[in-house]
Nanobody, 124 residues
Framework: QVQLAESGGGLVQTGGSLRLSCAAS????MGWFRQVPGKEREFVAA????????YYADSVKGRFTISRDSAKNTVNLQMNSLKPEDTAVYYC?????????????????????WGQGTQVTVSA
């Protein structure tokens, strides 16, 4: 049973920054999703473990950066220029499925392992 351990999150003012981290091992892709009450879980970013290619939702492109530390088997999400609409519970996710280089998993059902979630709140 793969367990993902998230850290980071908290309360920050508009325009501030936060960093999320997640520990896992042996995966092909790791991703970050977020969810607000009453809405579906939303793709934020993903990284292909082999090669390090990164993918972002349009809503966070240019503000968020996903990165990996292969030695520590961790993935990080640096969130800058935060906005109130970024407020959500953020989830780390992992999959061991192989995908071709021209495709990346962005639907929650494509990830099989999930963290417990961490709250990010951006005040206006």
């Amino acid at each position: 049973q793969v367990q993902l351990a998230e850290s980071g999150g908290g309360l920050v003012q508009t325009g501030g920054s936060l960093r999320l981290s997640c520990a896992a091992s042996g995966h092909t892709f790791m991703g970050w999703f977020r969810q607000v009450p009453g809405k579906e879980r939303e793709f934020v970013a993903a990284i292909r473990w082999s090669g390090g290619s990164t993918y972002y939702a349009d809503s966070v492109k240019g503000r968020f950066t996903i990165s990996r530390d292969s030695a520590k088997n961790t993935v990080n999400l640096q969130m800058n220029s935060l906005k109130p609409e970024d407020t959500a519970v953020y989830y780390c996710a992992a999959t061991y499925t192989y995908y071709s280089s021209n495709y990346y998993p962005k639907a929650p059902r494509e990830y099989f392992y999930w963290g417990q979630g961490t709250q990010v709140t951006v005040s206006a």
